[in-house]
Each structure stands twice: as structure tokens, then as C-alpha cells.
């Protein structure tokens, strides 16, 4: 059985591509560029963004009901009415115009439109998950999963939380994060820490991702800022948000807030030697949309030793001493130990280095997740006609 023509379906797919599970759907779309395969989206777009290139989108604008909930502090995603109409509006057309053989939903809202495509379509549905067990308990309360043919994730929560409420194992999917090499790597070093403000003779130690005591809790901060008290060490933060105690009245911490476009984030990888994801133990509702977290496996496609608590899928990509080091969560000492052993050792951190990009060439290649891909659509289709 073949498939000739996608359609995806997300929010915000266009530049800055400011989410990483954005990041992740724009990736598996290129991905599947090398397949004779008709990939065309379906997003929403915020007033002034500017339109993807790269792939035949669609666009439908979001509302002022979504700047007002955002403005109030909720999301927009869950609230704006008028942004959903429109986005099914599009949708439908195309679902009846084009006849596509698989819908992917690269995102949370399954029911809406896996209802629409029973109503005007007759496509196999593929529903890409981000949530963990809230949204699993929300699709059970829908009814959702009889109308969707197969659940793809890179979170292994996700799917368990498919499985317990009664989703068959075999309509749940893993599968791993795409990553082009050739988007990282060989950038000039000093270049990159001139556009941070960094020092070009610091050994830099960085960490990024959202400040929150799950992922980057202040006693890491603390941790990071007392080792960069050093003459010759600099801790770099970079983060999108700042959800929990404030990191920048830490003193020898530089902090970058807000989002980078594709090249600020690449020079923003090289700038420093080694990258830290110092992540709490996570249980199942806690976990985030994407693990291994994307930004774990670029700081490894750039070519730089990580150090990370062996938590969630982190242990997957990351071998102890191989191409970075395992800390137990929870232990900012056994962090701050191997952060000095780097540092001590320039000739470790580029071994480490050129491991980690060795680890992403060989696992989380765009081919790889196509021929994956490709294979869920698959059977999809094959659940749809049965």
C-alpha cells in the first residue's frame, strides 16, 4: 500500500518556529522531501509572520480573541474560537478537494478535526502527540481514539498514556526526532560568543531550554553560577521564558530571553563547550512534548559534550563518558564535578564532542524518521480500510 499525498496539519508552522514540537513537524516534513511523496500543510499564522518557502502551506489567521487570552495569560491555542473555524475551514477544503490518503495532525486538537475528516473526508488519520496522560484522558473523554488510525510520538509517556486507556499497542508509535547535521556545526566560535556577549577565552557552560525547577531548578542555577565564578568559566543560560525564580539575578550568569531564529539558535550552540540538562526526575505527567528534548540532540548535532541526568529518554542518546556524561538527578556537586573535568581536559570535551555528532548521524537521521514515517502512514491506511 502507497502513500501519495499528506496533509499536515499544526499551529504557528512558520518562522521563528518558535516551539520545539513547531520544530519537530517543519523537520518531518523535510524529511520526507526524499519520498515521492505530496507533502502539503495546513497552519495557522499570526498577523505580520511570515509565510513558510519551503513546503505548500496553507494559512489560516489567528484572531484578536487569541492576543486578548494570550494578553490575559492563557494559551490561545485551547481558547481562540475564531482561529479554530478558520483553521477547520481550510482544512475541510482540503480534505474534499484534494483527497489526500493520510491526514497528520501535528498537534493536541485530534478530535476536532479527526471528526471533520469523518464528515468530509476519507483520509487515514494520524494524530502526533505532545501532552502526556492529560490529553490522553481528554481524547478517552472524546472518544477520539476509534476515529484515529494510528498515534505517533517521540515520548514514551505519550504512549503509555494511550495504552491505559485502552488504545491498542499496535495503533502506538515511537519514533525519534529528525536532526540535519548540516544545519549545525562549523560555525566560528569567537563569532558566535560575540553575538552572546560571552568572553572568547571563558570556558563557557551553558544551559538551554524554559527556567523552571523541573528542567533547570535554582539550586543547578546556583550550582552553575558559583563553578562560573572562576576567572576563566561563564554560565550561559538561553530560554524562551522564565517560568519559575529569576536565573538573571544570578552574577555570574549571562542570560538570553526571548526567541532566536534558526541561525541565532545554531550560533547560540557553538558558543559554548559544553551544554548541561540538568532535568528533575520526571514521572509520566510531567513529561515534555518531545524527549529526548530537542534541544539535548542539537547541542549534540553542534558538535558539543552534554552533561545530562539520566531521566526520561536522555540515556538513549546520551552514554556515560562516551559522548557526555549521566548524572543522577537531583546532585548540582556530580554536575559541577563533570563540568571541572571538561574543562581541565580540552582534548576530553572534543573527543565527547565529536561523539555526540556521531550519535545523531547514526540514530536520528532525517532518513531514518522518514522511512518511519512512512511506514506509520502505512498503517494507517491499512487500519482505515479495515
Known amino acids: 500500500m502507497s502513500v501519495a499525498d499528506v496533509c499536515v496539519v499544526g499551529y504557528g508552522l512558520h518562522p521563528p518556529w518558535s516551539e520545539g ?7 518531518q516534513m523535510r524529511a520526507l522531501a526524499n519520498y515521492p511523496i505530496e507533502v502539503r500543510g495546513v497552519s495557522t499564522i499570526r498577523r505580520g509572520a511570515t509565510p513558510v518557502r519551503e513546503f505548500k502551506m496553507e494559512y489560516a489567521h489567528e484572531s484578536r480573541l487569541g492576543d486578548l487570552v494570550e494578553a490575559l495569560g492563557g494559551y490561545r491555542y485551547n481558547r481562540d474560537a475564531v ?20 491526514l497528520h495532525l501535528g498537534f493536541a486538537s485530534h478530535s476536532l478535526f479527526s471528526l471533520l475528516n469523518d464528515l468530509v473526508g476519507d483520509a487515514a488519520v494520524v494524530a502526533q502527540t505532545f501532552g502526556g496522560i492529560e490529553h490522553g484522558r481528554l481524547l478517552e473523554a472524546l472518544d477520539t481514539p476509534s476515529r484515529v488510525d494510528a498515534y505517533v510520538s517521540t515520548t514514551d509517556a505519550d504512549l503509555t498514556a494511550l495504552e491505559s486507556i485502552g488504545v491498542p499497542a499496535a495503533n502506538c508509535h515511537g519514533i525519534d526526532p529528525p536532526i540535519f547535521l548540516d544545519r549545525f556545526g562549523d560555525i566560528d566560535q569567537s563569532a558566535a560568543r560575540d553575538q552572546f556577549d560571552l568572553p572568547d577565552d571563558a570556558f563557557v557552560a551553558g544551559y538551554f531550554g524554559n527556567v523552571n525547577e523541573s528542567r533547570f531548578p535554582y539550586t543547578v542555577a546556583e550550582a552553575l553560577d558559583s563553578f562560573a565564578a572562576n576567572a576563566s568559566v561563564e554560565g550561559f543560560v538561553v530560554t524562551k521564558q522564565i517560568e519559575d525564580r529569576d536565573v538573571r539575578d544570578l552574577e555570574h550568569l549571562t542570560v538570553h530571553t526571548g526567541n532566536l531564529s534558526d541561525a541565532e539558535k545554531r550560533a547560540a550552540y557553538a ?23 530537542l ?21 538513549e542518546a546520551v552514554v556515560d563518558a562516551e559522548n557526555g556524561y549521566l548524572i543522577q538527578p537531583g546532585d548540582p556537586s556530580a554536575l559541577v564535578d563533570r563540568l571541572q573535568t571538561l574543562r581541565s581536559d580540552s582534548g576530553a570535551c572534543e573527543r565527547l564532542g565529536r561523539a555526540a555528532r556521531r550519535t545523531i548521524r547514526e540514530r536520528y537521521s532525517p532518513s531514518a524518521a522518514a522511512d518511519r514515517l512512512v511506514e506509520i502512514y502505512e498503517h494507517a491506511q491499512t487500519h482505515a480500510r479495515n
Not at 514540537?21 to 523537520?27: A, I, P, S
Not at 477547520?88 to 477544503?93: I, L, M, N, S
Not at 482540503?94 to 493520510?102: F, G, N, S
Open 21 to 27: 514540537t513547531r520544530v519537530l513537524t517543519r523537520d
Open 83 to 102: 482561529m479554530f473555524a478558520r483553521l477547520a475551514w481550510r482544512v475541510g477544503k482540503r480534505l474534499a478537494r484534494d483527497d489526500p490518503d493520510v
Open 271 to 293: 558558543a559554548a563547550d559544553v551544554w548541561t540538562f540538568p532535568f528533575r526526575e520526571l514521572g509520566v505527567e510531567g513529561a515534555p512534548a518531545i524527549d529526548p528534548p
Open 295 to 315: 534541544t539535548l540532540l542539537e547541542a549534540m548535532a553542534s558538535g558539543r559534550p552534554v552533561v545530562a541526568t539520566d531521566t526520561l529518554s536522555m540515556g
